[in-house]
C-alpha cells in the first residue's frame, strides 16, 4: 500500500475513533521509548577484540606492551570489556523493559512493588556483573603485534616484569 495522505487521513481517523488521545499518546511514548532503544541496541552491537582494542586505544595515549608485544596492562583491558559488556546488556534491558511494558498494569500496593523490583534489581545487577567479568577475561591475551593502533596512541616497549619471569620458569 503506497502512503498518500488520504491514506494517512484515514488512518488517523480510525486510530481515533478506536483510542483515545491519551491511549494514543501512551501508545507514541512507547513506540518512541523502543526505537531509542533499539537504535543503541544496534549500534553497540558487535563487540569484538578488535573493538575492545580501539575503545582501549582511546583511552590511553602510551601503551605498555612486552617486547613480543603482549600487553602489560591486561587488565585495564578486561575493565574496557566489562564495561562495553555491561553497555550491550543495559541497551538489551531497556529494549525489553520497554517491549513488555506493554502487556503489563500497575499494581495497587507500591510498598510491595518498590521493594520487589529494588530486590530483582540487585540481583539482575550481580548477576550480569558475574557474567561480564567471565566475558571480559575470555578474549585472551592481547598482542599488539595483531593490531594497528589508532591515531594518538603509542606503544612503548615495557621490560618483563621480574616477578612474571620467574614465575614463568
Given at each position: 500500500m503506497i502512503a498518500t495522505s488520504s491514506n494517512a487521513e484515514t488512518m488517523v481517523t480510525m486510530l481515533i475513533s478506536y483510542?483515545?488521545?491519551?491511549?494514543?499518546?501512551?501508545?507514541?511514548?512507547?513506540?518512541?521509548?523502543?526505537?531509542?532503544?533499539?537504535m543503541l541496541l544496534i549500534g553497540n552491537k558487535g563487540i569484538s577484540k578488535k573493538k575492545i582494542v580501539s575503545d582501549y586505544c582511546v583511552q590511553h595515549r602510551?601503551?605498555?606492551?612486552?617486547?613480543?608485544?603482549?600487553?602489560?596492562?591486561?587488565?585495564?583491558v578486561n575493565e574496557v570489556?566489562?564495561?562495553?559488556?555491561?553497555?550491550?546488556?543495559?541497551?538489551?534491558?531497556?529494549?525489553?523493559?520497554y517491549l513488555?511494558?506493554?502487556?503489563?498494569?500497575?499494581?495497587q500496593n507500591k510498598i510491595v512493588v518498590f521493594v520487589i523490583v529494588m530486590v530483582l534489581t540487585m540481583m539482575l545487577l550481580k548477576i550480569f556483573d558475574?557474567?561480564?567479568?567471565f566475558v571480559s577475561k575470555s578474549y585472551g591475551q592481547i598482542n599488539f603485534n595483531e593490531f594497528i593502533l589508532d591515531k594518538g596512541s603509542m606503544a612503548i616497549e615495557v621490560p618483563e616484569d621480574r616477578e612474571e619471569m620467574l614465575s614463568k620458569k
Open positions: 483510542f483515545t488521545i491519551s491511549e494514543i499518546l501512551y501508545m507514541l511514548a512507547l513506540t518512541f521509548q523502543l526505537t531509542a532503544g533499539a602510551a601503551i605498555r606492551v612486552y617486547p613480543n608485544g603482549d600487553l602489560k596492562d591486561y587488565e585495564e570489556a566489562k564495561k562495553n559488556w555491561m553497555n550491550q546488556l543495559a541497551f538489551f534491558l531497556l529494549f525489553f523493559g513488555i511494558s506493554i502487556f503489563g498494569e500497575t499494581p558475574i557474567f561480564t567479568d
